[in-house]
């Protein structure tokens, strides 16, 4: 645990991860790094992505994930072998801790490294909150408020209302300085965020 709260490489952070988060948690985080250098993609890369954060969220099989991989693999064939275009390839690959750790690899190598290096690295902690001291959901704040807002952030990508959402969290009676703090906190934030995702009973 001291590791955990002490990482600040991002590829440290998800090899700590084996066994302990999902594949779908896996996959938004290569989604999350691929949008943070998305003007530097291509159309196929993009929509790679985009059908690997759907997959995720079993809205599309898995052969329509592929496909999406082999349409950006003939993208980098035919025109650049950019460090953003592998991390879209790399992003939609069926191995989702390997894809996690190459997106983030190439990620870096799209951006400037200190700074993609420190958003990374908050990135895994939006989506996985501290896993050796997960937070344990009282169904008592599961009011129709709390519900409906965490679902509209989630569908919207709304989160500019998660300290709306952290009042009605306290009103419903939650305390934890984990959640409260997260939803006020400066982010970044994006699906799968660990709050979101625990109030709308997503893995």
């Keep these: 645990m001291t590791k955990w709260l002490k990482a600040i490489d991002p590829q440290s952070m998800l090899a700590l991860l084996r066994d302990k988060v999902s594949d779908r948690k896996l996959r938004l ?15 196929p890369s993009r929509q790679a992505v985009d059908a690997t954060e759907r997959f995720a969220d079993g809205v599309i099989t898995d052969e329509v994930r592929e496909a999406a991989q082999r ?16 991390a879209a390839h790399a992003c939609a690959g069926s191995k989702p801790l390997l894809a996690a750790i190459e997106v983030s690899n190439h990620a870096v190598g799209a951006g400037n490294l200190r700074p993609q290096r420190e958003e990374q690295w908050q990135l895994v902690r ?12 009282d169904p008592s704040w599961l009011t129709s408020t709390v519900t409906a807002l965490a679902e509209g952030i989630y569908a919207d990508r709304a989160f500019d209302r998660l300290p709306i959402l952290a009042d009605a969290l306290q009103d419903a009676g939650c305390e934890n300085p984990d959640v409260l703090d997260h939803c006020r906190g400066p982010g970044p934030h994006v699906r799968g965020c660990f709050v979101v995702d625990l109030l709308t009973g997503r893995k």
Excluded: K, Y
Excluded at 72 to 82: K, N
Excluded at 126 to 137: A, M, Q, Y
């Design 29 to 43: 985080f290569a989604v999350a790094c691929c949008r943070m250098i998305w003007h530097e993609m291509n159309e």
């Design 71 to 86: 349409s950006a693999a003939m993208g980098l064939g035919r025109t650049t072998r950019s460090p953003a275009s592998r």
């Design 126 to 137: 939006d989506i996985i909150g501290n896993p050796f001291r997960p937070v344990t959901l």
